[in-house]
Every structure is written in C-alpha cells, then in structure tokens.
C-alpha cells in the first residue's frame, strides 16, 4: 500500500509530500455530477454502494496518496434527530434548529447502531480501494455541528450560536456534550469499518476569540480525540480561519492540524511545534488560476514545509466546483515533483 | 477638548483608555431609526445636515470619546462611476460590476471635487460637536472597495475578486491603483474639512493569505498612507480575520492597527510592535450578552493591553442592529471604569 498519507500523519520521513484534497470526490467531476444526477447527496452517503463508488472516482482519476469516505460533515446531526435537507445554492438546512432547553434536551444520545450505513460505506470503499491508499474517515466537530443545529444552516456572523454560547453557557455545555458523544461513536464506527485515519472538521471554528475557543469549546474537542486515541489511527484537526487558534487547537490531542491558507505554513507549524504533522494549506481558488500560477504556489508552500517529516499537502478548504479537473491533476504532479526529500530545485 | 483618542493614537499616556465604536451611529439606535425611516442611506451620506446629526447621535447620548462622521465606506466607488443600492438583509448592491478591462478603464479617476458633500458633512459635524471630542474620517480600502465592485456586493468566498487577481494580475494592479487614487482624494478633502484623524476599513482582506496580502495588497494600502502622512492626522488601519496578516498590515504605514476579536490583543500588538497604536477588539456578539459578562470581558481585554499607552478601545466589527442601548452605555462605563493607569483593580 501507498503510506505516505500515515507516515506523514505521524511526523515520518517519506520518499514524496503526500497529498489529497478535501472534497475531492465533488461537483468539479463530471462522473460525480452523474451520480448526483440520479442521486441526492443523503441517498448517496446512506447507499453504501454508491458512496464507495463516488469515494473511488478521484482515485480512479488522479494519483492520490488518500481516499476520504464519501459522507456529510452533518451526518451526526441528522442521527441525533435533525434532518438535513440540501438547498441548492444554501447548503444544508435545518428545519427544526436548536434554540431552547427542550430542543437540547430532546437531541438523541446516539450510539454507533446509528451508523450502520457508515460502517458499510467504509467496508465497500475499503474493499474497492483493495489496499491502494488509505481511507480517511471524518465528522463535524462539536462547535461546526452547534453552529448548523443552530442556526438552521450556515451562517456569516454566527449571532445565534454565540448567543447562546454567551447567555446560556450550562445548555452550551450540554449541547456540546451531546454533540461531542455522538461524533465520538460516529468517528468509532468508521475506524473500526477501517478507516485508516480521522479528521473532526471544526470549519467555522475560525468565528470564535481564542478565549471562547478555550473556554467553550476545546474540552469537547479534547474529549473526542482523548476518546479516540486508543483506536491506533492517526487523528486530524481541522478548521479554517484559525490562525490565532492553533495553539489552543494543539491541545485538543490530534496527532495533525489542517491550516487554511490564511496562515504561512512555516509559522503555523512553529506555532503548532513540529511534534505534530501539519495538512494544507494552499487557497483553493488558486486551482483556478493558470497553471504558472498554481506551480509558484505549490513551490512556496513546500519550501515552506522544508522537507520536514510531517506536512501532509492539502488545500486550505475544499475543492470548489468550478475547478477544472486539469488543475488537480497538475497541482497533484507539482505536489509529487517538487515534494522530495531533496528540495534544491525548488530553493531558488 | 477631550484627547483621550488622538493621545492614544499616537502612543501617548492617557488618563484613561478612550472607547468609540464601530458603526456607534446605526440601528441600534431608535433616534437613528427615526432619521432611516424617512431617508436613505444614501441620503443621509449626501445631506451634511442629516450626515452631521447622526454623527451627533451616539455622543449626545454616551461618553464616547471619539465621534465618526456618517457616510458608507463605498462612497469612493460611487463616485468612480458604480452606483450603489443598498438591499434590505443583503448589504450594498452594486448593479454594473467590474470584471473586463473595460469595466476597469470606465471606472473615474475623479479628485476631491467629487466629495464636496463630503466636505460639507464633516464640517457641519465639527460645528455641531463643538470640540467635545474628535471627530473622524474613514474610507473603505481598495481591496475590500475591489471586492465589493468585483462581486457585485458583499461575498463569502470573494471567488470573483481572487480569479481576476490570480488570472490578471495587470488589470488588478491598475483596478487598485485607480481606487487607491481615489480614496487619497476622498480621505484627504476629509481631513481638510476638519477630520481629526482618519480610518482605512479594510474589512474583508482576511480572506487572502499572507503572500497574496504582501503582493496584491500592501503597495497600495502604502501608497494610501503614504499619500496621507502629511496631512498630520493619525491614521487607523482596521481589516477583519487579520491575525497572520498584521506584521504585514504594520508595513502600510498607519499609526493606529485595528484588530478583530480573532486575535488576543497582547499577542497582536506584540506582534505588531509597541511603537504602532492597537484599536479593539471585543466581540460585538459580547454585547448581546448580560452585562457580567460584558464586564468580564471588557477587564480581560484592558488586562491585555496592560495600561501600556496606545491602546483604543472598540469593538472588533461594527455595533449589531440587535444591540441593547444598555449594553453600549455599560461597556463604556466598564472602559472608563476600568481602564486607568493603575490597573491593579482588574489584575485579580
């Protein structure tokens, strides 16, 4: 099997920069645009089949070091007992959002039961994969979760969500508390499908003042990733915005951060301390720029990483639909070109 | 006259830590609502008397220490040619975006001519504040006034705005040149009005890396306040999601660096350099809170800032609509209470 993706999870030295791409399998592609055509995204996360199908497409096209199982960062949400409907143009939406005492208190404590069709979409896809790279599994995490349940979808100054975090902080705790359990059980049933590694997806993390993080939000993390730790898989953090968070994000206990492009790749690893493997981090909108254009900036981020085991290439978020598939194709061979353990042709 | 402001804007120690807000004239206010329910916005930038009495509102009813002439930080761009609609629930409109070359050239490099109402409401404003406390001036920076006449208004992943950045790095220096230009002239009949200092909002250039800041970006926020500095007035630099661009932004040449909540003041303003002025930086989600918390928070950042001369405070982001008048007038107080030289009261 191709390990760079784990050796680098755990800070080892590898032959090339591995790299994969969140939302890899996506609207970008058309073989994914022709499954969505008969399928919608929650038919295709709970049809074990098709999710394998839709999770192997990028494979089949690019030379990926990972796979990621085809699912919604929400899913814990709608077990809980929220369903998700997705809106074109809106994303997901919440019907009935969390607001009041009763709607936390009716949220259902979940177990990994919940999660059959993860557990056979992970076993499909690995068989599918047979061994070629590893497959990735992941969740929202407890704050990200919070902000959909209750803003009703997504958001641009997250004004209920802090709300509430600010005026009830004890139902903020619960709230948090639930979401954290669920995502745990939900995290289990994926590694224990086999899922070579996780990644909690704290998206909007990036809203938050890194007293609130700290306060409010990184001892459910810390729960999380304290749960998960026995299960031997390599644990990923992951959010956007977060330049002034990483330091209180390294104590949550995942053996890498995900960095949004926001940040310079070489300070943030200071910042995080090179014991951890970092992921990232070039914008996404660059894919859409000239090839040129997209070379300089692979270059700079792996000059950045510095040949230290432990970077993990990624985009800053996920791969957005208008991209034109030649570009992850090219960004890919950059990634592999240059990403060597010698990086003379590229210092200049 | 009250100092308190222009003291600390240039480092100077002061009896005790001068408050304005972002956005202190605006909806939370029922006096200005009053005034919005007969005029528009447009209306109000445009009419020096109504432009003064809103400026006037929020010192007629707090001990602000700061006063900010009415206007929209996309006025340079109206009077380059882009008329603006302002859209209930959706922010500014602007109907004929600028994507071509031609879009660009359109665009007119007007002089101070253009801002005679400009003019008039900050003189009328100075008349009617009789030297209680200073008055300032502002203009949006010519990456977020881009991003606005790109988009077509306000955006969430400011795709339009990076393509043409990535894709036609010539049109986009001459596209931030041309708005640089303008915003000189529109900042500078603002100080010859009377503005005792002046404000470069660049609200929304933390969606860019470090890199793209660096090359995109800074040459023209330079080229702004270097423009400016003869003018004599302390100049304000204010961007959001700023925290891995702020040794960056020190190098544009204000005298004052505006912070969002997203960063820990101390950290910040170290980072940043004592010899510069730092203005924010709480949440203004916080006041929406109940006021022990306000409270609260209000000391952690005045512990922050550690008494050290050159601190403002104000909130990270504009006053919210939803506001109580009760949390405005405490956080004040809380400032003005707490925020003196001796700071032993709040280091418990």
Redesign the interface.
């Known amino acids: 099997m191709n390990d760079r993706f784990l050796k680098a999870c755990r800070a080892e030295p590898v032959d090339r920069t591995p790299v994969w791409f969140m939302r890899q399998a996506g609207r970008y592609m058309p073989e994914y645009q022709a499954i969505r055509a008969k399928y919608s995204i929650l038919d295709v996360c709970k049809t074990p089949e098709l999710a394998a199908e839709v999770t192997l497409q990028p494979i089949q096209r690019f030379p990926l070091d990972a796979a990621i199982i085809f699912a919604d960062i929400l899913l814990p949400l709608e077990a809980m007992g929220l369903p998700l409907a997705f809106v074109e143009g809106k994303g997901p939406v919440i019907r009935s959002p969390v607001r009041s005492e009763r709607d936390v208190a009716r949220l259902a404590a979940v177990t990994g039961d919940a999660f059959l069709y993860a557990d056979q979409a992970v076993r499909h896809a690995k068989q599918a994969l047979a061994g070629r790279v590893p497959l990735i599994g992941f969740a929202g995490a407890p704050f990200t979760l919070a902000s959909y349940a209750i803003e009703g979808g997504s958001s641009?100054?997250?004004?209920l969500t802090?709300?509430l975090m600010?005026?009830r902080p004890d139902l903020w705790r619960i709230l948090l508390s639930k979401l954290a359990n669920v995502v745990v059980e939900y995290l289990r049933v994926q590694i224990r499908a086999g899922a070579q590694a996780v990644q909690l997806f704290d998206s909007w993390v990036?809203?938050?003042?890194?007293?609130?993080y700290e306060e409010y939000v990184l001892p459910h993390t810390q729960h999380i990733f304290a749960s998960l730790k026995g299960e031997g898989v390599p644990l990923i953090y992951f959010g956007t915005?977060t330049?002034?968070?990483l330091k209180w994000m390294r104590k949550a206990g995942s053996d890498v951060i995900g960095l949004d492009?926001?940040?310079?790749l070489d300070?943030?690893w200071q910042t995080i301390g090179y014991d951890l493997a970092v992921q990232g981090n070039l914008?996404p909108?660059?894919l859409?720029?000239?090839t040129r254009?997209i070379e300089r900036?692979v270059k700079?981020i792996l000059r950045q990483a510095g040949g230290r085991p432990g970077h993990i290439f990624n985009l800053g978020h996920g791969v957005?639909p208008?991209t034109p598939i030649d570009a992850v194709a090219a960004t890919i061979e950059y990634v592999h070109r240059f990403g060597t353990l010698d990086r003379t042709s590229i210092l200049a």
């Open positions: 641009r100054d997250y004004f802090k709300r600010f005026t990036g809203c938050l003042s890194p007293r609130d915005g330049a002034a968070l492009w926001r940040v310079q300070e943030a914008d909108m660059v859409c720029a000239p254009e900036r700079d957005l208008s």
